[in-house]
């Protein structure tokens, strides 16, 4: 339990720094916006494939990250794996850590961990974003 404890401590160090990162080096991205479909996903079995805590890349998901779920036709766009993304009405910076399922178009998914009863009071929303393409 404590080693467990310990691995996910420094997981979501090393994310918040790479997070920070990014956030202080905001000029080396250009900043594309885009309109699209937004809901929200927890770390629980009958949201997910498998094991909930590890997203479609196999990164392991910590309560308190700032991630996104993207439908698979963002891709086209070039927002892959750990791209960047701001969220209209959220602070800091999201990174893509998880493929949502095919039928999805144009959509994302923000992680909000264990909290089932905030993801459920999110719904669904139209929103802006805005994913770093690196300059």
């Known amino acids: 339990m404590k080693k467990r404890f ?9 994310y918040i720094n790479i997070a920070q990162e990014i956030d202080s080096n905001d000029d080396l991205y ?12 927890n770390s629980i079995q009958n949201q997910t494939n498998r094991n909930p805590s590890i997203g479609a890349w196999g990164d ?18 070039g927002i892959t794996k750990n791209t ?10 999201y990174l893509v850590k998880d493929k ?3 039928r999805y178009h144009k959509k994302i998914d923000i992680y ?12 669904i929303q139209h929103l802006k974003i805005w994913y770093g393409i690196p300059k």
């Open 6 to 14: 310990l691995y996910l401590f420094f997981l979501l160090l090393s």
């Open 30 to 41: 250009q900043w594309v916006p885009l309109d699209v479909k937004a809901s929200a996903y």
């Open 100 to 102: 949502m399922n095919a």
């Open 112 to 123: 909000m961990g264990l909290k089932l009863q905030k993801a459920k009071n999110f719904g």
């Open 60 to 77: 392991t998901l910590v309560p308190g990250m700032k991630a996104v779920a993207i439908s698979r036709d963002l891709m086209k766009l």
């Open 84 to 93: 960047p993304i701001k969220i209209e009405g959220y602070d800091g910076i």
